[in-house]
């Protein structure tokens, strides 16, 4: 005979199916009408970063997301679970790929900023190089090949 045990079933008394201990399936369908789609649409408000770490530092808990405390009272709801880790996904995704824009801008200002410095040395070098000559004749001191490589692509 099996030992019946008592369980807390929640606000759920009116379930058609309850399972006292586990339950095994090799397939459970959950139908869910409100799915996380609404994320991509233009008019989605995706919280900043700052309000996202704002709220889970007061809350301890992600914002829409139930709390153990709710979870214990209520059950953990699969479908609406489900659509809410999406939704989270999906939020995810909008701030990598909003991530991903500011490190493609951000190299290509290193970019122009290197190239500008790079710029700006050759021009230094060139001038102390051209002073350099002047002075101490740097064609009879330095006959290298360096020299008259540099000389050759450079100087004009």
Known sequence: MLEQKKQNSGNHTGALLQVYGKAVATEVIVTQLNWADFVFD????????????????ANRH??????????????????????LLLQKIEELTLYMVEQQKEI????QQVGAEKGSKKNNMYRLTTFKLIDHEKKYNINTVFNDVLLRDYRATHIH
């Not at 233009?42 to 700052?50: E, G, R, T």
């Not at 992600?62 to 659509?83: F, H, M, Q, R, S």
């Not at 493609?104 to 190299?107: D, Q, V």
């Open 104 to 107: 493609e801008l951000l190299k």
């Open 62 to 83: 992600l914002p829409e997301v139930p709390t153990t405390k709710e979870i214990a009272e209520n059950g953990n709801d699969l479908g609406k679970t489900d659509a």
């Open 42 to 57: 233009d008019n989605y408000k995706l919280p900043s970063l700052k309000e996202v770490e704002s709220f889970y530092k």
